[in-house]
């Protein structure tokens, strides 16, 4: 019941969770660490207590929109950040948040969270590595960049990101719903209005999903009309290992580049691969795309674990 | 489920079924509007039409009224007791 009813309150939160943090309603969730689905105080007796055997090295994971810590849990048992730590000593912090607030402001909170980590966590922390899928991912950046701008100190402790089915360029479904809903809403039929009112309900975060606005000043290039992936304003940060995971329903190079994940287009599950070679921004060996992988099945997929555990075995 | 997710949940549905109503409320008058208003313009059905037209909004409006007076006051006594309750359940644990 604990999990199914997390489950669907994510998914409330995906869908108008600006609105339920703006109306200060009980069902908001609010960004916080949580262990066998119980949350955690960010204080040091709290921590002690939840992670008797913390590590000076944790694992961020940051779960996508509409899910919760679960959408890590893989069939067979156990999930990437307990193989992490099984592997690797990585102590796993798993995220839960309201994903239907805006990226910019998860990400704010995921910076400010980080930071006040710092002075509770029970030991000296030494490393930090991120794990995004999805939104997450995106979660991630934001939270880079604005820790990167505030000078904040977590941001040192981070030499890898990893992003499993991340939009970096955008999602064009949300971009095709902006479309419909400018549409519907033109329509002088009283009908159509409320059809495009009703699409216009969807949270901060679907929209910011469009064009991956990682801050809210980059919300002033959405143009309605196109469906193009948009050039990224925020670069992904040159002193962080980045490392890509991105999924390909269709194991044809075509359509995989087109239909990509059945969510996320090639292009932009890999910020930026094209047809034409060489148009990655990030070395090949740190992307790998999954022919046959549905975009859900990237979070809880062992042949991906095999990969990030195997670009943590080259980075040591 | 605790006492906050509950009345977050009755202040959702609440919140739903105002939107929603004076959303339809809009659309229903708009909808109706346009065959009323034709009907004004013919001079030998104008006058009746309007009285009509001014019936038909009233009562529109009315029945929505209606609607979410009713949610309101469920709302508020859902509210209500969520913290009689919560306030019983605290006062059974500090006895115990």
């Known amino acids: 019941m604990g999990k199914k ?26 960004m916080q660490l949580v262990v066998d689905g119980a949350p955690v105080a960010l204080d040091q007796a709290s921590l002690e207590r939840a992670f008797p055997h913390a590590s000076s090295r944790v694992v961020v994971l940051a779960h996508g929109l509409m899910c919760t810590e679960s959408v890590w849990d893989l069939p067979g048992g156990g999930d990437y950040g307990a ?19 805006a990226i910019p402001d998860n990400g704010a909170e995921l910076a400010r969270l980080l930071e006040a980590l710092l002075g509770v966590w029970p030991v ?13 991912g995106l979660v991630v950046r934001a939270a880079c960049h604005q820790a990167s701008v505030a000078g904040m100190r977590w941001l040192s402790l981070v030499r890898r990101a990893f992003y499993v089915g991340t939009p970096h360029l955008g999602a064009p479904y949300e971009r095709v719903g902006r479309v419909l809903a400018k549409l519907a809403s033109a329509v002088p039929d009283p009908f159509a209005r409320l059809a495009a009112q009703i699409g216009d309900l969807r949270s901060d975060g679907i929209k910011d999903l469009g064009d991956a606005d990682l801050r809210h000043e980059d919300r002033a290039r959405r143009r309605v009309g196109s469906l193009r992936d948009p050039e990224h304003p925020v670069p992904l940060l040159p002193a962080i290992q980045h490392y890509i995971v991105a999924g390909a329903l269709s194991t044809d190079p075509r359509l995989a580049m087109v239909f990509g994940d059945a969510l996320v287009p090639m292009g932009s599950g890999t910020n930026g691969l094209r047809a034409e070679p060489g148009t990655l921004a990030l070395p090949p060996r740190h992307v790998k795309i999954f022919a046959g992988t549905a975009h859900m099945t990237l979070a809880h997929d062992p042949h991906v674990y095999e990969q990030l555990r195997e670009w943590c075995e080259e980075e040591g | 489920m605790d006492a906050t997710r509950w009345r977050g949940l009755v202040a959702l549905v609440r919140d739903a079924v105002e939107h929603g109503s004076r959303a339809v409320e809009k659309v229903q008058l708009e909808a109706a509007g ?9 001079p030998a059905v104008a006058e009746p039409t309007r009285v009509v037209h001014v019936i038909h909004d009233a009562t ?19 509210d ?17």
């Not at chain 1, 489950?7 to 869908?15: F, H, P, S």
């Not at chain 2, 346009?34 to 013919?42: A, D, M, S």
């Not at chain 2, 529109?60 to 609607?67: C, P, Y």
């Open chain 1, 5 to 30: 009813l997390e489950l669907a309150l994510g998914i409330l939160n995906g869908t108008i969770g600006d609105y339920l943090a703006e109306t200060r309603n009980g069902l908001a969730t609010p």
């Open chain 1, 83 to 101: 193989f992490l730590e099984r592997d690797f000593g990585f102590t796993p912090l798993y995220l839960r948040y309201n994903s239907g607030l």
């Open chain 1, 124 to 136: 000296a922390l030494e490393e930090i590595l991120l794990l995004g899928f999805s939104m997450g």
């Open chain 2, 34 to 42: 346009r065959p009323f208003g034709i009907l004004e313009q013919i």
């Open chain 2, 60 to 78: 529109v409006s009315g029945v929505h009224g209606i609607v979410r007076a009713v949610a309101r006051a469920v709302g508020t006594t859902v």
């Open chain 2, 80 to 96: 209500v007791a969520l913290r009689v309750a919560e306030h019983t359940s605290n006062e059974h644990d500090r006895e115990s």
